[in-house]
T-cell receptor
Framework: AQSVAQPEDQVNVAEGNPLTVKCTYS??????LFWYVQYPNRGLQFLLK??????LVKGSYGFEAEFNKSQTSFHLKKPSALVSDSALYFC?????????????FGIGTKLQVIP | DVKVTQSSRYLVKRTGEKVFLECVQD?????MFWYRQDPGLGLRLIYF???????EKGDIPEGYSVSREKKERFSLILESASTNQTSMYLC??????????????FGPGTRLTVL
């Protein structure tokens, strides 16, 4: 079975500071990893994904994430936080093993950027 | 841009009623999904479909059924609504077949309240 853990319910960061939202995963094979963001009163939007290749993945709105196979982590990062980044962030994983596989989402981390 | 629309943003129903939630996508995606989102529980997959007339159970299918008669439309049915089905319901779609790693596109959600 596959699973995702987002160990922090909420992350607070001052505007202009770097931010990190943590994610660890568990799959039996190789992972496909995703980050999504949900702004207040809106649906989820895709931010970035890791499929294979370079461990550092760049996505929308200046976000990036680093895949670390040995630590089974895929932390979301941004060098300088904006107040508009305040939202709910979801990490997701699916096993890359062949055949149709569902995606499993984490419980979400609320990011609060303080002016 | 991919657009996923859901029939209602807010819905209030009575216990025991049969409830239909409709989802339509306009990008010819093969795969469609229904999730429910609850605080502290994240997104949980109810059902998904990878082709017309095909459906697969997700993690929490009990009390729900689905219908996919046309490629662009995926309906979620609550056979006899109960108060514990009060939740935010999110529909999503994605392209690709089988081992696809493509991201999901989400609708705005339907907030269902069962009284």
């Amino acid at each position: 079975a596959q699973s995702v853990a987002q160990p922090e319910d909420q992350v607070n960061v001052a505007e202009g500071n770097p931010l990190t939202v943590k994610c660890t995963y568990s799959v039996s094979g190789n992972p496909y990893l995703f980050w999504y963001v949900q702004y207040p009163n809106r649906g989820l939007q895709f931010l970035l994904k890791y499929i294979t290749g370079d461990n550092l993945v760049k996505g929308s709105y200046g976000f990036e994430a680093e895949f670390n196979k040995s630590q089974t982590s895929f932390h979301l990062k941004k060098p300088s936080a904006l107040v508009s980044d305040s939202a709910l962030y979801f990490c997701a994983v699916r096993d890359a093993t062949g055949g149709y596989q569902k995606v499993t989402f984490g419980i979400g981390t609320k990011l609060q950027v303080i002016p | 841009d991919v657009k996923v629309t859901q029939s209602s943003r807010y819905l209030v129903k009575r216990t025991g009623e049969k409830v239909f939630l409709e989802c339509v996508q306009d990008m010819d995606h093969e795969n469609m999904f229904w999730y429910r989102q609850d605080p502290g529980l994240g997104l949980r997959l109810i059902y998904f479909s990878y082709d017309v007339k095909m459906k697969e159970k997700g993690d929490i299918p009990e009390g729900y059924s689905v219908s996919r008669e046309k490629k662009e439309r995926f309906s979620l049915i609550l056979e006899s609504a109960s108060t514990n089905q009060t939740s935010m319901y999110l529909c999503a779609s994605s392209s690709g077949v089988g081992g696809s790693y493509n991201e999901q596109f989400f609708g705005p959600g339907t907030r269902l309240t069962v009284l």
